[in-house]
């Protein structure tokens, strides 16, 4: 069940929230019980207001997702999604060791398949690819080796952050559909911060929230945590 659930941020036109992890964004055929539903139970009866999906994250993902309050400002909003300059996605991953390759870009071209729910890096000639690009850099390494990252999206592709790593070799934590051998009870990736200009007012919107620092891997990184 979805309760309890922490705005971040509210106006009269958007609402940031805390997902929990493992709970879907929105409907999905798994029938488990999604935030955008939760939301619309939450916000019915307040007049003009009907939460509508601006973004998405995948379920197991948690952390910051902006909703609109009506189907005009998630309209207003949608075409600034694609600029990632103007749109910005930060998040945080946990990886199994420290990476062989620098800081800085990742860019490959990745592949959806839709049947297995799957994103592949292939060759660029190849039809559907798309190029995925995103910035990074490490904060911390724990004693063992596992490695706290920070990730800024330039692109949005389905399941980016996750296969960009693994197929380098460092799968995130917990992320066992890419590889990852890990038993974290979840994917150690999460939305961290997002921020973007109202288009209505111009004001900037940011949200920012952080993992439970009591559960693994994220426990390892608790002093780090709290100093972002």
């Known amino acids: ?7 971040l941020f509210e106006n009269e036109r958007y609402l940031c929230v805390n997902k929990p992890a493992g709970v879907p964004s929105q409907p999905d055929p798994s029938g488990q019980e999604d935030l955008l539903t939760a939301l619309g139970k939450q916000y019915a009866g307040q007049k003009g207001v009907c939460v509508t999906l601006v973004h998405r994250l995948d379920t197991p993902t948690g952390g910051v997702m902006t909703f609109a309050k009506s189907a005009a400002a998630a309209g207003a909003l949608s075409h600034l999604l694609a600029d990632h300059d103007v749109f910005v996605k930060e998040y945080l991953c946990v990886l199994p060791k420290v990476p062989d390759f620098a800081p800085g870009t990742l860019e490959d071209w990745l592949y959806h398949d839709t049947a297995k ?51 380098r070799g460092v799968p995130l934590c917990g992320d066992g559909k890419y590889g990852s051998r890990e038993k974290c009870g979840g994917i150690a990736l999460w939305s961290y911060r997002l921020s973007f200009p109202d288009p209505s007012s111009k004001a900037t919107v940011t949200a920012a929230c952080l993992p439970d620092a009591g559960r693994l891997p994220w426990s390892l990184f608790a002093d780090e945590l709290q100093r972002l």
């Open 1 to 7: 069940m979805v309760n309890d659930l922490q705005i």
């Open 117 to 167: 729910n799957k994103s592949f890096v292939v060759d660029k000639a190849r039809g559907g690819a798309k190029r995925a690009l995103l910035e990074w850099e490490p904060l911390a390494t724990a004693g063992n080796g596992f490695t706290l990252v920070h990730v800024r999206l330039r692109t949005g592709r389905t399941h980016q952050i996750r296969v960009q790593f693994a197929c």
